[in-house]
């Protein structure tokens, strides 16, 4: 095995923390000696110990040695003091040899400086090994920290003639069944899952992961005239699972059985479509700390949030079928663009095949036009 390959393993170990350490980065760590995996660990949970330190216990608590080995860590060990001492400090002090590190980390509390401490000390240090790996895991994470917005991922499923429900409003199921593990998989990892009231009325969804031990995001619901029902899976269950109503009515005694339920109510203004706006609410939604939000609702939320500019990412789930049907929704609604130049364009590709269907996901590209 050579650095890549112990740098996979690391980032196995990574993706044990997704979802449960957020606005923190999910890590792995993995130490080895004469191309032996002798200890690993990654990071668990937030406030919880890093990936380095799980690591260096791992090993303590097997009795076994570290001082000049190496250890493979997803992103660049921290040099400061948060939740937790700097991991830096503490592989120095282990006697690590070699440190093999695949992302940077640009939090401008560490920003290279670890890096260079390791050196410092005179350990060796080898960057970049698998970095886009390491920073495809850690996308949320890495938009969050230099953009200080949250991370938005347009989610939806259609068929291969753009359909997302029949012309009587079926929809489920588009995908199949490996496909919507996949989907919770990402809740799992989401701080919250975001739908229109549209989405709740049809469907009465729980949106919650149903991954065994996942991580069940925030529920927001836009519901610009609050039209969701008090009996609905959201409300009933918001004691439980946390459950934001975003609406353009006053607080007041219409909103007062919601949070009688449990729900939280964000006041929201209107956008030029008459709905609430999706661009504000995802940045009331960073200001609670939530560092994520996937979007899953209807034609109408996606092309708010689109028009907003809010949306940095769209997976696209495409099931092998068609529906036909001259008044079957697609997945983008709203009023549209004018010119195929304004089209939102979708870079850095990445194309998979899940089950029977193929996923098409991307970053967002705007251009003036398409606002």
Known sequence: MDDRDFMSVALRHARLGAGKVNPNPVVGAVIVRDGIIIATGHHDRFGGWHAERAALEDAKQAGVDVRGATIYV???????????????????????????????????????????????????????????????????FLHAITTHTPFVM?????????????????SRWITGEAARRRVHEDRGRFASVMVGVGTVLADDPQLTCRIPGGHDPVRVVCDTRLRTPIDAALVTTARTTPTII??????GQCTLPYRKAGCEI???????????????????LGNRGLDSVMIEGGGALAWSALHDRAVSKVSAYVAPKLFGGRNAPGPVGGEGITTPDDAFRIVNRNVITVGDDIVIEGGVAYVHGNR
């Open 246 to 251: 975003a609406t353009a009515v006053e607080d």
């Open 74 to 140: 997803t992103l660049e060990p921290c040099c400061h003091t948060g939740k937790q001492p700097p991991c830096s400090q503490a592989l120095i002090d282990a006697g690590l040899a070699r440190v093999v590190v695949g992302s940077p980390d640009p939090n401008p509390l560490v920003a290279g400086k670890g890096v260079r401490q390791l050196r410092a000390a005179g350990i060796e240090v080898v960057e970049g090994v698998l970095r886009n790996e390491c920073n495809q895991l850690n996308e949320i």
């Open 266 to 284: 964000l006041q929201a203004n209107i956008d030029g479509n008459g709905r609430v706006h999706v661009g504000e609410i995802v940045k009331a």
């Open 154 to 170: 347009l989610k939806y499923a259609m068929t291969l003639d753009g359909r997302i429900a029949t012309s009587t409003g079926l």
